[in-house]
């Protein structure tokens, strides 16, 4: 049978009161993000990656799962069978077969392959999702990644969120 | 934003279905051509399976009768430590690994 989208916030609120916790405060952003529109054509365009899926590459030191706001450089041209996924939130079984679910390195790579975009930058970043403190977030990390995508001038970013 | 209605953490599209998977950064690219509005959102039309039972048991927290009623947790504890995908992964680590970034909070 159809059903609608999984209501993910209602179901966070019944999970907090079933197990007798406060309930959990979602983040509201008043403001609507600025619109950029790109001046080139997507063929041209150098495509950043950021993911927020637990994902590092065999070598790196891995994320922990306590408000881990550290974030790690992947070289956009990493051995596919070298990336990594740990989460405490989402089921590993896919990404750990299948990086690309949440971390599309090979699509990318096929896009710039194929003419579709431009080229990738040297690096993409992934860092953990479930940070509890939206603060650190908006104030640390963030304002840090987005110097990373300047400083690569990317012409457009990817968010993969899990 | 593109919304794609799959179980968490198959975000960019269904493992090793490159179709899927390009058709979802597709999407994102078009739309961040075409968005004339900031927020736009695209719905993808894929569908996990024929019918969505999968979201039945999502978060979905399990009465635990043995304990007079009480709800199990069932979500994973959080760790201060890194989690390691492989054990061996541990042993690959050199140094303080260099493209380790972490920031003052």
């Not at chain 1, 993910?8 to 959990?24: K, M, V």
């Not at chain 1, 930058?121 to 640390?140: E, L, N, Q, W």
Request: aromatic fraction near 10%.
């Amino acid at each position: 049978m159809r059903q609608p989208p999984v209501d993910y916030i209602e179901r966070t609120r019944e999970q907090y009161a079933s197990l007798g916790y406060p309930p959990y405060q979602w983040v509201r952003n008043q403001e609507p993000s600025t619109l950029v529109i790109p001046t080139k054509p997507m063929h041209e365009w150098r495509v950043g990656l950021i993911a927020s899926g637990g994902i590092y590459v065999a070598g790196q030191i891995a994320f922990h799962f306590r408000d881990d706001i550290s974030y790690r450089e992947i070289a956009f041209e990493t051995p596919t069978d070298r990336i990594r996924t740990t989460h405490f939130a989402y089921d590993l079984t896919d990404s750990r077969r299948d990086p690309n679910v949440v971390f599309p390195l090979d699509t990318l790579r096929g896009l710039v392959r194929d003419g579709t975009v431009g080229e990738l930058p040297t690096h993409a970043y992934t860092f953990m999702g479930g940070i509890y403190s939206a603060r650190k977030v908006r104030d640390v990390l963030a304002p840090a990644l987005v110097t990373r995508l300047l400083q690569d001038e990317v012409d457009v970013a990817l968010m993969v969120p899990v | 934003m593109v919304y794609l209605d799959f179980p968490l953490g198959h975000t960019a599209g269904r493992a090793h279905d490159v179709q899927s998977q390009r058709a979802v950064v597709v999407a994102a690219l078009r739309l961040l051509e075409e968005s004339r509005q900031p927020g736009s959102t695209t719905k993808l039309r894929q569908r996990w399976s024929e019918d969505d039972a999968w979201k039945d048991g999502v978060m979905r927290p399990k009465l635990n009768v043995d304990r007079g009623g009480g709800f199990d947790d069932d979500r994973v504890e959080r760790f201060a430590t890194p989690q390691y995908q492989e054990s061996e992964d541990a042993a690959l680590v050199t140094g303080n690994c260099p493209t380790c970034v972490w920031l003052e909070e």
